[in-house]
T-cell receptor
Framework: EDKVVQSPLSLVVHEGDTVTLNCSYE??????LLWYKQEKKAPTFLFML????IEKKSGRLSSILDKKELFSILNITATQTGDSAVYLC????????????FGQGTELSVKP | GAGVSQTPSNKVTEKGKYVELRCDPI?????LYWYRQSLGQGPEFLIY????????DSGLPNDRFFAVRPEGSVSTLKIQRTERGDSAVYLC??????????????FGEGSRLTVL
C-alpha cells in the first residue's frame, strides 16, 4: 500500500528558530513530491520536487528530495509567527492522474 | 473566478439526510479533484475529473458517495444517507490539464460537514 509519513506530527518553536520537517514515502511509480502549507482551511502550494539533490528555495523556505532514501525535508529558517500552520507533504504517482497521496501533516506553532 | 469556490462553507445535518456540496473551479482548469480531510489528518483522495468524466473514483468510500461535473466546470459531491463518520472537511481542488504534469493543485476553502 502506498503511504506517506511525516514527522514530527507537531512542533513548537520560538521566533527566529530554524526548523526541519520530514516526509518519507513508500510508493510505487513515484512521479513527484509536493509541499503545501495549510493555515486555516485551503492548503497553499509551496514546492514541487521531482529530481534528487536539487534544492528548491523560496525566501526562508527550502526543500530537497532524496529519491534513493525516499524522503524529503522542508526547512524554514528564522521562523516567524506567520509560519504557524500545518505543513502537508504529498506524493504524485505516474499513471494515477490527479491522485495525491498526503501525509498526515506536521503542525508547526511558532511562539513570539 | 479568481480561486476555487466551495459552498456551503459549513453544513450541519442529521444522520440519514442527503447533502450536496458544490465546487466552482478556477476558470479554464480542466482537472477537478475532491478530497476529504478529517481532524488531524492529511487530505484523502475521493475522486478526480478530467473534463466531464470521472477519470478516477477509486477513493469514494462507498456507494453513498457520488460526484458529477456535467458541463466540465462546476462539480457537486452528493452524499446519501449521511452517517456520523462522514463528518469532515471536504476540499475541492482544480488544476490545468493533469497530463502536463504541473503538479500544482489549487484548493478551495473547503466545506465543513457535521453529521449529528
Amino acid at each position: 500500500e502506498d503511504k506517506v509519513v511525516q514527522s514530527p506530527l507537531s512542533l513548537v518553536v520560538h521566533e527566529g528558530d530554524t526548523v526541519t520537517l520530514n516526509c518519507s514515502y513508500e510508493v510505487t511509480n513515484f512521479r513527484s513530491l509536493l509541499w503545501y502549507k495549510q493555515e486555516k482551511k485551503a492548503p497553499t502550494f509551496l514546492f514541487m520536487l521531482t529530481s534528487s539533490g536539487i534544492e528548491k528555495k523560496s525566501g526562508r523556505l527550502s526543500s530537497i528530495l532524496d529519491k534513493k532514501e525516499l524522503f524529503s525535508i522542508l526547512n524554514i529558517t528564522a521562523t516567524q509567527t506567520g509560519d504557524s500552520a500545518v505543513y502537508l507533504c504529498a506524493v504524485v504517482l505516474y499513471n494515477q492522474g490527479g491522485k495525491l497521496i498526503f501525509g498526515q501533516g506536521t503542525e508547526l506553532s511558532v511562539k513570539p | 473566478g479568481a480561486g476555487v469556490s466551495q459552498t456551503p462553507s459549513n453544513k450541519v445535518t442529521e444522520k440519514g439526510k442527503y447533502v450536496e456540496l458544490r465546487c466552482d473551479p478556477i476558470s479554464g482548469h480542466t482537472a477537478l479533484y475532491w478530497y476529504r480531510q478529517s481532524l488531524g489528518q492529511g487530505p484523502e483522495f475521493l475522486i478526480y475529473f478530467q473534463g466531464t468524466g470521472a477519470a478516477d473514483d477509486s477513493g469514494l468510500p462507498n456507494d453513498r458517495f457520488f460526484a458529477v461535473r456535467p458541463e466540465g466546470s462546476v462539480s457537486t459531491l452528493k452524499i446519501q444517507r449521511t452517517e456520523r463518520g462522514d463528518s469532515a472537511v471536504y476540499l475541492c481542488a482544480s488544476s490545468l490539464n493533469r497530463d502536463r504534469g504541473t503538479g500544482e493543485l489549487f484548493f478551495g476553502e473547503g466545506s465543513r460537514l457535521t453529521v449529528l
